[in-house]
Each structure stands twice: as C-alpha cells, then as structure tokens.
C-alpha cells in the first residue's frame, strides 16, 4: 500500500503530460567529478520559477543501469527510494531545486544524471527536465616501489614500481634515477583491468649503483589528473666482498694445533709398532750420557755364587 500514491502519482502524471506546458528549463552542472569511495550531491535548480509545490524525478543512463533509470521520486507526500541499498536520496528545497545525494561511489556510477520537476499547482502543468549533468568518478592509484635484492647491495637492482587501483586508465608514472644509469624492461607499463573496473600497472627498471660513491636514490613520480604521487626508494653501493687480511693470532693457531696433532700421531704409531717411544728414547740418551765410577760405588752388585 506504501507505493499506492507514488503509483498514483506516476500515473496522473502519464496522463496529463499531453495537456502540459513547457517550462523554461532547468539548471544542471555540465560535469562533476568525485572520488571513488566519498559521497557527492548534483543540484538541479529553476532560478525564474517559484513554485510552492512541485514533484522530481531523477533518472540515469550509463553504468549498469538501463537508459533513462528512475532513481528516485520525491513528492509532496514523501520520497521514495526505488533502489534497496538507498544509495540515492533526494532533498527538495524552496528556491525550486532538487538536490540528488550519491553515497559510496563506485566506477559504475559514472554516467548522465537527469533532473525532471513538475509542478501541478496550480494548472496549467509545467514539466521541466534539465540538461543533465555528466558524473565522473576517478580513483587515485597507490604507489609501492621496491627494490630486488633487498638483503644484499649488488653493482644492478631490480627497480619495481607498482601502481594499483587507479581510474580513470590515462596515466603518467616514470623511473628516475639520481646516481646511475638505469635500463627499463621492455615490457614496463602494460595496464590491466581489475575486476571492480579500476586498473593496474607496473614499471620495472635495472639500476647501476658501481660508479655512485655512497649509492643512488631512485624516484616514482605518478601523475593523474590533477594529483602527484611520489615514492622514493635508497639503493646502497655495491659492497666489496674480497677477502680480508686473516689476523696472525689466528694462523698462530692454526700451526700450533697441526703441530699437536702431529705429534699426537707420532705417539700412536710408536705404541702399535713396539718402538721404543719419545720418552724412552730420551731416558737412554740420559743414561749413556752419565757413566757409573766403579769405586764410587756405584757398580754392578755383587751376585753370590752357588756352591
């Protein structure tokens, strides 16, 4: 029952259109643009008209929706949101205008928008559409620059520039390099399109840090319509990775432990061969080297002889 008198409304005015009069026209601007994601309201005003009671109609023709979609109807009595997620809403105010709110805009919003009023007190009836006002909705991108490898600092980086989510397709984006040469792949800049109409790119490039003293700053600069996007990114020089001078305490080391092992290998093989040993060797050589004086006492002990 809710939607009786809107269909009352709609009704009277299909018959009445052929016994009505054209107004002056109404105020509509050329073209708007907003941002994906905000909100954004397109005013429709008749600056000559007074008009203390008058009916809107807002249709549009683009996006996914067919030509001439009625998004909302505002009457005397109330509005009426004819879409479930009320993304659409309509004011009236009484300078004869309409004002159509948007909220979340997506890229399939973008289209004409046209404003219809009708003022039916009193007769005759007047029908006034404007021109129409063209919404553009555009999507800033968002900007990561890297540089591969990261864990090491070699004489070429792999510089990669990735843009995301941007709208509308036509972009600026280029590699700048402040120290260096830098080579772009061949394939840099080929643009995709996403899934929920927004578009992706990525530039690449191979940066020479050998004859930078300290290393080189690499730039992004991504230009859309108005706004500048920049990202900077740091390569180091290359490191040099020859060997380094090995401290002396340290090849003291190494030669007294092989001279350990060595000997430690000597001993073993004197003990599985029956040899005499280092020790032993040494204790004869000590022997021979003090002789015993037989008057001294110091000679062999008598042995008695057997009967």
């Known amino acids: 029952m809710e ?42 005003s008749c600056d000559v008209c007074n008009y203390p009671d008058f009916h809107s109609e807002w249709h549009f023709a683009g996006g996914n929706s067919g030509p001439g979609t009625i998004l909302t109807v505002k009457t005397t009595i109330g509005s009426k949101h004819l879409d479930p997620q009320c993304k659409f809403s309509m004011m009236h105010q009484r300078n004869s205008s309409s004002l159509l709110l948007i909220k979340n805009l997506q890229i399939n919003d973008q289209g004409t928008y046209v404003c219809t009023m009708i003022k ?15 919404l553009e909705v555009y999507a800033l991108p968002k900007v990561w620059l890297s540089a591969s490898p990261s864990e090491a600092a070699l004489p070429m980086a792999l510089v990669t520039c990735e843009v995301r989510d941007f709208y509308p397709q036509s972009l600026y ?10 080579a772009v792949l061949a394939d840099n800049a080929s643009v995709v399109m ?33 706004a500048e996007t920049h990202r900077i990114l740091w390569i180091p020089r290359a490191k040099n990775k020859a060997l380094l001078p090995v401290p002396i305490i340290l ?30 060797a040494l204790s004869s050589l000590h022997n021979a080297s003090h002789p015993v004086d037989p008057q001294a006492g110091g000679g062999r002990a008598d042995v008695p002889e057997l009967e």
């Not at 992706?200 to 859309?224: I, K, M, P, S």
């Open 3 to 44: 939607w009786l008198p809107f269909s009352l409304y709609l009704l009277g005015t299909g018959l009445c259109r052929a016994a009505s009069t054209q107004g002056p026209g109404l105020d509509q601007p050329s073209a708007v643009k907003a941002r994906r994601g905000e909100s954004v309201t397109l005013p429709c």
């Open 120 to 134: 039916n007190v009193p007769p005759p009836m007047v029908i006034l559409k404007g021109p129409g006002t063209q």
């Open 173 to 182: 984006a280029i590699l700048n390099a402040a120290c260096g040469g830098y």
């Open 194 to 226: 996403t899934g929920d109409g927004t578009f992706n790119t990525t530039l690449q490039a191979w940066v020479n840090v050998t004859d930078c003293q300290n290393g080189t700053e690499v730039t992004c600069l991504v230009r859309q319509l108005t």
């Open 251 to 280: 090849i003291r080391f190494i030669f007294g432990g092989a001279v350990v092992l060595w000997f430690i290998f000597l001993l073993g093989c004197f003990m599985k061969t029956g040899l005499p040993g280092p020790a032993a």
